[in-house]
């Protein structure tokens, strides 16, 4: 049988997932959004990492979570936290400047690394869920997180291990 014309595009039925990741590219915090925009949830998310990570300097966004009552309300917090948080629609010319600051470029192209990690926890599972229960899918999440971090932390150690062994090929060669 011939079908003619287009075909339907797959439903994709999701549910949105917070990540925080820190320098590494590690994920040190997560959470569902269930019922929870992104303007709504970030406070909470500050919030719960600043609690377990005093050490944070820097903190960069989707534009999603812009608005101008979050940020100044994170600026008066958190003074000495450098906020990259692009705006979403027409910028003024105080906006456009910082926005093409240096620093904020750099943490702003720091930040496009979490769409490869989100595109990654797909990889490790993440795309489906067999489980059905919120309890088994927040598990199941949990698990993918965690196998996500050990892909990471086992790849960085084998970049280490091959560093060292041609270091030390390296000095017989030199040696003989």
Known sequence: MDKKGKETPP???GKKLFV???QFGLIVDHCLGDNLSDR?????IIDRVLEKYQLVSSWSTDKGFSSK????LIQEVFPDLQLIMPKL???????EAEEKSKPFKLLKNAHSAIESNINE?????LDRCPNRSPEQFRNYVALGITAYNLHKIGKRLNEIKIKKEKTRYKKI???A
Do not use: F, Q, V, Y
């Open 11 to 13: 439903i994709e039925i």
């Open 20 to 22: 925080t990741t820190d």
């Open 40 to 44: 709504d949830s970030i406070m909470d």
């Open 69 to 72: 009552e979050n940020k100044a």
């Open 89 to 95: 629609g027409k910028r003024n010319k105080t906006e």
């Open 121 to 125: 926890l797909e990889n490790r599972g």
């Open 173 to 175: 060669i030199s040696a």
